[in-house]
Structures are given as structure tokens and as C-alpha cells.
């Protein structure tokens, strides 16, 4: 059964960078069939797509987010990661990293349960 | 920017049918945005239920489906049980491998 778990300091502060990993177990994280991506959810609010990476390392972002994202993936470890620089309050979130299922349509189809990540001094 | 746009809130009797929406802020959800529909439960993960419009996850039963209903997508629960409720998102495809997630519905089961 496959699972991802997210692991990161549960606190940054402003203006730092926020930096999570996940860790994929019960497969491999360089299939050639998938995507991971990282999706965020602020306290009482809704889903936020972040980005996806492919096991090559091609990388895809939400437009609002780039200039501060980059996703990166390390196949001997089997994890990938997320860097979100120049946080504030708004990044405090619940980040989620996600596997985005084989073929075509795409969807969100294994989760983590999330890592809890407040911006504060 | 386009936004996705759901019913905040919605209530359904035990039992009853119940659809949600998931509109653009501007122009007409098709299939060509491949809408795809999460449930999320209070401290739980996501989970996937329908992906490509109307294709049920794994797993998932029969009582959930997708269509296109007019300019939106939506998701239809039949015979709704006291566990369905929980936050319901919709996802588009926005193309260039991009994806909006709706505000979510917060169904509620009474």
C-alpha cells in the first residue's frame, strides 16, 4: 500500500524559508508513470494546488506561487520536497503532498495527512 | 485569475439527494477541464471520489456520481448517510498542467 508521509519544522518565521519533505514508502518514487505534488490548506480554509514534479524532475507550479516555489526530488532517498521562500502569515497552512494518478485524466488519487506549518515569530 | 466557484454550504436529509456545484468565475466548466472531486473529513486527508467528470475512484460507491449539469460540473450524492458529511472540493484542469481547487462545500447531513 503506498504512503506518503510530510516531515518539516512546524514553525518558520517571516520572511524565512519553509522547507518540508516526502517520504514516499511502498513504491517507487521513480515510476515513469507519475507525478508527486504538494497541495496547502490554511486553517479553515480550502485547498490550494502548489505544485507537481515528475521523477526527472520537471516541474510544474501554480502561477501565483512561482516566483517563490521550487519543488525537488531525490530518487535515492525516495522523497521529494518543497522550498517556499519569503514566508508570511498567509503560507500558515496544513501542506499536503500528493501522488497525481498514472495515464490521463490526472488526478489526486494517494495523500499524506498533512504537516502543520505556521509562520510566526 | 480565474476562480472556481462552489456552494459554501449545503444540507441534505438522511436519505435524500443532494448535487454540488463547481462553476468558473468566468465561462463554462466542460469536460475538456476534467473536473475531478475530493471529500475531506474534519482532521482527515482528502480522498479522492470522482475524476474526469464521472468516473468513480476506488472504492468509492455508487451513490456518488459526476456529471455536467448546464456550464458546471457537479457531483450528485444519492441516499445520503450521516458519514457523507464532510467538505466536498472540486478540481479543474486549467490546462499547461495546472490545477484550481474550488472553496469546497461544507455539506451537512440532518
Known amino acids: 500500500q503506498l504512503q506518503l508521509q510530510e516531515s518539516g519544522p512546524g514553525l518558520v518565521k517571516p520572511s524565512e524559508t519553509l522547507s518540508l519533505t516526502c517520504t514516499v514508502s511502498?513504491?517507487?518514487?521513480?515510476?515513469?508513470?507519475?507525478?508527486w505534488g504538494w497541495i496547502r490548506q490554511p486553517p479553515g480554509k480550502g485547498l490550494e494546488w502548489i505544485g507537481i514534479?515528475?521523477?526527472?524532475?520537471?516541474?510544474y507550479y501554480n502561477p501565483s506561487l512561482e516566483s517563490r516555489v521550487t519543488i525537488s526530488v531525490d530518487t535515492s532517498k525516495n522523497q521529494f520536497s518543497l522550498k517556499l521562500t519569503s514566508v508570511t502569515a498567509a503560507d500558515t497552512a496544513l501542506y499536503y503532498c500528493?501522488?497525481?494518478?498514472?495515464?490521463?485524466?490526472?488526478?489526486?488519487?494517494?495523500w499524506g495527512q498533512g504537516t502543520l506549518v505556521t509562520v510566526s515569530s | 485569475q480565474t476562480v472556481v466557484t462552489q456552494e459554501p454550504s449545503f444540507s441534505v436529509s438522511p436519505g435524500g439527494t443532494v448535487t454540488l456545484t463547481c462553476g468558473l468565475s468566468?465561462?463554462?466548466?466542460?469536460?475538456?477541464?476534467?473536473p475531478s472531486w475530493y471529500q475531506q473529513t474534519p482532521g482527515q486527508a482528502p480522498r479522492a471520489l470522482i475524476y474526469?467528470?464521472?468516473i468513480r475512484s476506488s472504492g468509492v460507491p455508487d451513490r456518488f456520481s459526476g456529471s455536467i449539469l448546464g456550464n458546471k460540473a457537479a457531483l450528485t450524492i444519492t441516499g445520503a448517510q450521516a458519514d457523507d458529511e464532510s467538505d466536498y472540493y472540486c478540481?479543474?484542469?486549467?490546462?499547461?498542467?495546472?490545477?484550481?481547487f474550488g472553496g469546497g462545500t461544507k455539506l451537512t447531513v440532518l
Open positions: 468566468s465561462g463554462s466548466v466542460s469536460i475538456n477541464y476534467y
Open positions: 478540481v479543474l484542469y486549467m490546462g499547461s498542467a495546472i490545477w484550481v
Open positions: 511502498g513504491g517507487s518514487i521513480s515510476s515513469s508513470t507519475y507525478y
Open positions: 514534479i515528475y521523477y526527472s524532475g520537471s516541474t
Open positions: 474526469s467528470t464521472n
Open positions: 500528493a501522488r497525481l494518478s498514472s495515464g490521463w485524466p490526472h488526478y489526486f488519487d494517494y
